[in-house]
């Protein structure tokens, strides 16, 4: 027997018979079951026994007594099904593309719930892993990551050349009826978590080495600097690349959420998980691509962000602006699941942000420079954001954002150049709040050592070569009258 039960959304208005009849005839048709003008076709019967929903049943052999071809019913189902509620008028259904990690089985989650665990054992394991691949450089160190956490079990596999072909992973209290600890490898997991996946990962990373780490900028300005750029890559038309930075992107939400304070944790770890779904698609990512942001990523796990904040409230807010790009990249393309999963990464992510940013941006607030000195910059936002100046100004960052002006300028950065550069590095359509972006990007761009006069020169005159338009004739001036002397042979 082939049993399939169809039901409406709740939201969605009371078919009639005979639509539930037409609905049932195409799913059978669709799924091979019985299909269209074939007369030996199985035998079926659809039963409404609720005004929303029904029930199908039907035999799995044919009138010519052979098997029904239904091989891949449940998406051939799904198919017809998305054409159904568009012709009906219904409610959409989210679908996936099947690059989804494996949902827990019902007996895996009563299971965690007995052992008093809102996630199952996969769950777990596969944040555990995932954090473990953010954090390493090398295959080694993954390794040697898993097998150090707390609670895990791992088994390594090899090949006879002794290099490492696999991975197996279990949590300590995870046991099946026999007392054996309950395996999963990395595959089943998540499709990316299988060890040359991995690997391929770590591989495509530019980590800076010890010896030049005091010529660099600091780490997490550099993450928060190729995360700003995200929404550029998302709009270039290398999907491909688009999809190593999401990838890279959602390496590194795992990794701030390992080094968050306390108090914000929780909230980045449930935005990281929840993004975790918009990191994978049916376009395979050209992993080499975001080797800039991976980098720092890991160098950022080995030099926590500085107390007062700052840093990592610098790092969010850009964070927010990818994410949305994200939901937009992945909309484009009809992605729902991953739309579905950005759009509730950035609700935790805005949470962490608004609790982290209050502090730094009141500290920054209070040392607000004189009103003259204010005035000056007021009319330096006016020139650089026109589209944004007044909601800026409107803002209370607002005072934030002249500090961090006045702040630069002590330190040689020319204002002016520095905010149009801020203003300049992406659109302010996205943000919720244009003053604490520009804050932040001030605030970041000022780290960087002061160009000296001759570097200035220099590029003012590199400039100026660039838009030296090509001489015309005024329209205006009239024709210059001179007498012309004989050309000497």
Known sequence: MWHCSLRAAPGDRILEDGEWADIARRVVAATGIAPADDPDGCRWIAVRHAPDHIHIAATKVRGDLRSARHWNDYLTADRELAAIEKEYGLQRVIRGDRTAAKRPQRAEREKALRNGHAKAARER?????????????????????????????????????????????????????????????????????????????????????????????????????????????????????????????????????????????????????????????????????????????????????????????????????????????????????????????????????????????LVLGQRRPSQNLADQYVRLILQAAPAHADQILAESASQALTTALAEAEAVGHDPKRLLQQAADERALDDARSPARTLTWRVHRLSQRPAPSRRALAAQARSTGLRHVPSPEPAATAPPTISASRPRRR
């Open 125 to 361: 394991l596969r944040a555990v892993v995932r954090t473990a691949a953010a954090a390493a450089t090398d295959t080694n160190e993954f390794l040697g990551l898993l097998t150090h956490t707390k609670g895990v079990l791992v088994e390594v596999l090899y090949f006879p050349s002794g290099e490492p072909r696999g991975y197996k992973v279990a949590l300590e209290n995870d046991r099946n009826a026999k007392a054996e600890p309950v395996w999963f490898s990395g595959s089943t997991l998540a499709p990316d978590l299988s060890l040359p996946k991995i690997q391929s990962r770590l591989a495509a990373a530019e980590v800076p080495s010890s010896a030049e780490g005091h010529l660099r900028p600091h780490p997490w300005h550099q993450a928060t600097a190729a995360t700003e750029r995200i929404p550029h890559h998302l709009d270039q038309p290398d999907a491909g690349a688009a999809q190593a930075h999401l990838a890279a992107f959602g390496e590194a939400l795992d990794a701030v959420a390992l080094t968050a304070p306390p108090d914000i944790r929780t909230e980045l770890r449930s935005a990281a998980s929840a993004f975790e779904r918009a990191t994978r698609s049916r376009v395979r990512a050209e992993h080499h691509h975001a080797r800039a942001l991976r980098g720092a990523v890991k160098a950022m796990l080995r030099e926590p962000a500085p107390k007062d904040g700052a840093a990592l409230a610098m790092f969010l807010d850009a964070a927010l602006l990818a994410v949305i790009a994200a939901a937009r990249w992945h909309d484009r393309r009809e992605h729902e699941q991953q739309v579905a999963a950005a759009h509730k990464s950035l609700l935790h992510l805005q949470a962490a942000y608004d609790h982290t940013a209050a502090t730094p941006l």
